[in-house]
Nanobody, 122 residues
Framework: QLQASGGGLVQPGGSLRLSCDAS???????MVWFRQAAGKEREFVAT??????MYADSVKGRFHISGDNAKATMYLQMNSLKPEDTAVYYC????????????????????WGQGTQVTVSS
């Protein structure tokens, strides 16, 4: 139901925009981006719900989450990329609004897409 795309290889300091296509379906809850680096646990990146957004401290000021409700698509604009941003990025959605204290938990989300690889390297 969710399809992430837009990953690739980029040099440090560069930019990428990821897309998450919901195949025309709209979700009543949060939409979110997580990422998982090799050998590490999946971690929260950013979420949006009803005009609100929240970011992980590690990406705040560099990443921007947005959505196009008419296209049922979510985006993650990633600027000033660093090697530590290298990971597989996943999009997900919840059926209901997620409490702010829970947005960083994978278990809060009901629908997941396959990941897209982002590699930041010179």
């Amino acid at each position: 139901q969710l399809q992430a795309s837009g990953g690739g290889l980029v040099q440090p300091g560069g930019s990428l925009r990821l897309s998450c296509d919901a195949s025309g379906r709209t979700f009543s809850g949060n939409m979110v981006w997580f990422r998982q680096a090799a050998g590490k646990e999946r971690e929260f990146v950013a979420t949006r719900w009803r005009g609100n957004t929240m970011y992980a401290d590690s990406v705040k000021g560099r990443f921007h989450i947005s959505g196009d409700n008419a296209k049922a698509t979510m985006y993650l604009q990633m600027n000033s990329l660093k090697p530590e941003d290298t990971a597989v990025y996943y999009c997900a959605a919840s059926r209901f609004i997620v409490d702010r204290t829970q947005v960083r938990r994978e278990q809060a989300y009901d629908y997941w897409g396959q990941g897209t690889q982002v590699t930041v390297s010179s």
